[in-house]
RNA sequence: GCCGCUAUCGUCUAGGGGACUAGGACGCCGCCCUCUCACGGCGGAAACCGGGGUUCGAAUCCCCGUAGCGGUACCA
C-alpha cells in the first residue's frame, strides 16, 4: 500500500486534516505500506512558508510520521507542463478564453443539467475534454460506486492562462507519479474524483484506490471552525491536551472497533484499524468526551513521565511532588497550575473561601491546628493526618470543620488537593507560615 | 438551481433479516465513597427521520419524501 496525506498549506492544520492524517498513517501502518507527505500548494496566493511548518509542527506533536516527502507541489510544475501538453496534443484538453459568466450563459442556454463544452481557441486556460456521453464510476471503499453522468460535468479548468496547474490536474498526477495505490481523503473531495479519474484515463494510467472519510462537523453540526473553541492542532496542544489521547479520540470520529472499545492506545490502533469500518456519516467535534478521554491517559502516566511534560508545559521545574498529589484531578495539562499553583505561587485571594472558613470559628480552629502540627517530630503525610485526626476528635466537630480552614489558609480557595497530601509536601516551615499569616490577617 | 453523499440516544458509535424489551462510551440526573474538588463504584432518563414496499419476519434490503452536508472556482 502506498497511501499520502496531502493538506494544503491554507492555515494551520485542523482537527479534520489531522484526523485525515492519522487514518492514512494507521493504514500504512497497519499494512507496513508506505506514507508519503505531499504539500498542495498550487494556490500561490494563500500557500505560505510559515503554514507549512505549523502543519509540519503539528505533525511531529502528533507523532504522525512519514516515509517520503514532503514534497512540494508547485516544484514538479516541469512535470506537470509536460503532462499539459501530452493532454493537448492528444486532444484531450484544449485551451479555453471562457468565462464564469460564459459558462452559466452556456447553461441557460442548454439547460442546467447540461455541463459546458467548450470550443478549441488559440489561448487561455486549459481545459480537459469531458466526453459527452457516458459516465465514470468511483469505486470506494467506504460509500461503494458512485456514478457521475458525463453529461452533467463541466470540462474542468486543469491549468490557468498563465499555465500554473490547478488542484484537480495536479492531484491526478502527482497521486500517479508517486505511485499512490489508496486515496484516502475527506469525502469533500468525492465530486472531484470523477475529474481526476477523467484525468488519468485521459493519460491511459490505472486509477488508485479511492476511500472518501465523512466530515468533520462542529457542535452545531456545521462545518468545524474557529466558532467551534479550538480546532486547530497547536491550539489543542495549548489547551494541554496528550498527543496520545487527541489520536484515541480522532481514530473514534467516523470508525469504532469491533467490540466497540473507547480506551486504545495507538499501537492497538494501528492492529485493529480498517478503512472498511470507516463510517458514512460526519461526526461532531467534542471537546467534553476528549477531555473525559485525556484525564484517562493522564491519570494512566507514570508520575515521572507526567511530570516531564508538565515542566515542558508549564515551563517551571520541581514539579514533581506537586504532580503526584494533583494527578487524580486534572483532566488536561492546563489544569494543573490553577489546582496546584499555590504550592509555588503561595496562597490564591479567594474572598469568598475566605470569609466562609476563616471566621471565628474557622481561626479558633486553626489555632488547635497550628498548635497539633508545630511539635510534630515528623511532617511526614501520615504523621500529618495523625495529628489533625486528633484535632478533629478532640474538638468533637465534622472533619470538614477542621479541614477546610486549613485549606483556604495553605491554597486560597476552598479547592486544592488533598490536605495531608498538600501539608506534607509544603513542608512544616511553609505550612505553619501560611497558617500563621491566615491567623493574623 | 443542478450534481452527489448521508440519516440509530443531545454527541461518538455497536448493529450488516430473526440473538433488539436496540448494546457501549461521553454528557446529564440520582445514590454511594469522601476533608474540598475530582477520581472511582452503583443505578436511571435518553435513539432506529417519515411513508410505502420486499419478506413468515426489517434498525438491518428496495423506492419515494424530508432534512443535513458536500460539490458546482482560471481555491484546495
Not at 504539500?39 to 494563500?46: L, S, Y
Not at 465530486?191 to 468533520?216: D, I
Amino acid at each position: 500500500m502506498r497511501l499520502r496525506f496531502a493538506p494544503s498549506p491554507t492555515g494551520a492544520l485542523h482537527v479534520g486534516g489531522a484526523r485525515t492524517a492519522l487514518y492514512n498513517w494507521l493504514l500504512a501502518r497497519h499494512d507496513g505500506g508506505t506514507l508519503v507527505l505531499r504539500i498542495e500548494d498550487t494556490d500561490r496566493e494563500r500557500s505560505t512558508p510559515e503554514n507549512v511548518e505549523q502543519i509540519l509542527d503539528a505533525l511531529r506533536w502528533l507523532q504522525i510520521d512519514y516515509d517520503e516527502g514532503p514534497i512540494s507541489q508547485v516544484a514538479r510544475s516541469e512535470r506537470h507542463k509536460q503532462v499539459l501538453a501530452q493532454l493537448l496534443d492528444g486532444g484531450h484538453a484544449y485551451h479555453s478564453t471562457a468565462t464564469k459568466a460564459e459558462v452559466d450563459a452556456f447553461k441557460a442556454e442548454h439547460g442546467s443539467k447540461q455541463g459546458f463544452r467548450g470550443e478549441a481557441e488559440p489561448s487561455g486556460a486549459i481545459r480537459l475534454r469531458v466526453p459527452d456521453d457516458g459516465e465514470t464510476v468511483v469505486h470506494d471503499l467506504i460509500r461503494g460506486d458512485t456514478t457521475f453522468a458525463h453529461v452533467h460535468l463541466d470540462d474542468p479548468v486543469i491549468a490557468r492562462a498563465d499555465g500554473s496547474v490547478l488542484y484537480n490536474f495536479a492531484v491526478a498526477v502527482d497521486d500517479l507519479d508517486a505511485g499512490i495505490t489508496h486515496v484516502v481523503r475527506g469525502e469533500d473531495h468525492l465530486s472531484n474524483t470523477p475529474k481526476q479519474l477523467l484525468v488519468l484515463e485521459a493519460l491511459g494510467a490505472q486509477p488508485p484506490v479511492y476511500a472518501h472519510l465523512p466530515l468533520l462537523h462542529g457542535s452545531d453540526g456545521r462545518k468545524l471552525s474557529k466558532r467551534h473553541g479550538a480546532a486547530s492542532v497547536q491550539e489543542l496542544r495549548d489547551e494541554g491536551y496528550l498527543p496520545e489521547a487527541l489520536r484515541n479520540y480522532m481514530a473514534l470520529l467516523g470508525w469504532g472497533s469491533q467490540d466497540d472499545e473507547t480506551i486504545i492506545s495507538t499501537d492497538e490502533l494501528v492492529q485493529q484499524f480498517s478503512i472498511e469500518r470507516v463510517s458514512k456519516n460526519p461526526a461532531q467535534f467534542d471537546h467534553q468526551k476528549l477531555r473525559w478521554l485525556n484525564g484517562r491517559y493522564v491519570r494512566a502516566l507514570p508520575v515521572d513521565e507526567l511530570t516531564q511534560r508538565l515542566e515542558a508545559f508549564t515551563g517551571r521545574g520541581g514539579l514533581r511532588a506537586a504532580v503526584e498529589i494533583s494527578r487524580e484531578k486534572m483532566q488536561t495539562l492546563a489544569d494543573f497550575w490553577p489546582l496546584a499553583g499555590f504550592i509555588f505561587d503561595g496562597p490564591a485571594d479567594d474572598p469568598a473561601a475566605r470569609e466562609k472558613w476563616l471566621d471565628e470559628a474557622g481561626r479558633v480552629t486553626l489555632r488547635a491546628v497550628r498548635d497539633a502540627l508545630a511539635p510534630l517530630a515528623q511532617f511526614t503525610q501520615s504523621a500529618v493526618q495523625a495529628a489533625l485526626e486528633g484535632v478533629v476528635a478532640a474538638l468533637g466537630v465534622k472533619p470538614k470543620q477542621v479541614f477546610q480552614p486549613i485549606r483556604v489558609a495553605l491554597a486560597g480557595r476552598a479547592v486544592s488537593p488533598g490536605i495531608f497530601e498538600t501539608l506534607a509536601v509544603l513542608g512544616r516551615d511553609e505550612s505553619l507560615a501560611r497558617i500563621d499569616r491566615a491567623l493574623r490577617s
